[in-house]
Antibody
Framework: QVQLQESGPGLVKPSQTLSLTCTVS??????????WTWIRQPAGKGLEWIGR???????SYNPSLRSRLTISIDTSKNQFSLNLSSVTAADTAVYYC????????WGQGTMVTVSS | QSVLTQPPSVSAAPGQKVTISCSGS????????VSWYQQLPGTAPKRLIY???KRPSGIPDRFSGSKSGTSATLDITGLQTGDEADYYC????????????FGGGTKLTVL
């Protein structure tokens, strides 16, 4: 069964770049017609869709983050990644990777704090 | 502020039924199917309902969803203490370059 696992630094300084990787196990990231997706959740708040990538490399981003966001995929490593530049405290959140359509499988989430 | 509107909280006694609403617009719920997610404290969201009213395998039939116009509802019958969680609705918004929208979440308390 497919599982997702986020990894990356838990602390990022303001103005720097937040980089996270999601590793897909139990199946190939290239199989099926899935969009590999990032979602985040600030503490005590709701879910925010960040963006997604298809195995072809085609991406869709949340307009509110588009200018700072890059999502990439490495099919050889069965991973996809998120880079969010010029971070501020407002980017502090739990970051989840998941797949769509359906958001049927989620990673456990990784907490990222933006602080000096 | 979330584009999809949910009540911040609902509550009911064990064994009772509760309904959680999700209100949107013609460009999101009015056009696209709705999913519902359950988030237990400290865990990742879990899909409960997809395509308005379909349950993934393993989800009890106590959970049901429906959609009418620009609103959707999640019904939970036979409430159990283990149902205490945050519930989110989600759908696509055609007016914003295929962005996924979520409701602000509803905290269910089983009294």
């Amino acid at each position: 069964q497919v599982q997702l696992q986020e990894s990356g630094p838990g602390l990022v300084k303001p103005s720097q770049t937040l980089s996270l990787t999601c590793t897909v196990s139990g199946g190939s990231i290239s199989s099926g017609t899935y969009y590999w997706t990032w979602i985040r959740q600030p503490a005590g708040k709701g879910l925010e869709w960040i963006g997604r990538i298809y195995t072809s490399g085609s991406t869709s981003y949340n307009p509110s983050l588009r200018s700072r966001l890059t999502i990439s995929i490495d099919t050889s490593k069965n991973q996809f990644s998120l880079n969010l530049s010029s971070v501020t405290a407002a980017d502090t959140a739990v970051y989840y990777c998941t797949r769509s359509p359906g958001f049927d499988i989620w990673g456990q989430g990784t907490m990222v704090t933006v602080s000096s | 502020q979330s584009v999809l509107t949910q009540p911040p909280s609902v509550s009911a006694a064990p064994g009772q039924k509760v309904t959680i609403s999700c209100s949107g617009s013609s460009s999101d719920i009015g056009t696209n199917s709705v999913s519902w997610y359950q988030q237990l404290p400290g865990t990742a969201p879990k899909r409960l309902i997809y395509e308005n009213n379909k349950r993934p395998s393993g989800i009890p039939d106590r959970f049901s969803g429906s959609k009418s116009g620009t609103s959707a509802t999640l019904d939970i019958t036979g409430l159990q203490t283990g149902d205490e969680a945050d519930y989110y609705c989600g759908t696509w918004d055609n007016s914003l370059s295929a962005v996924v929208l979520f409701g602000g979440g509803t905290k269910l308390t089983v009294l």
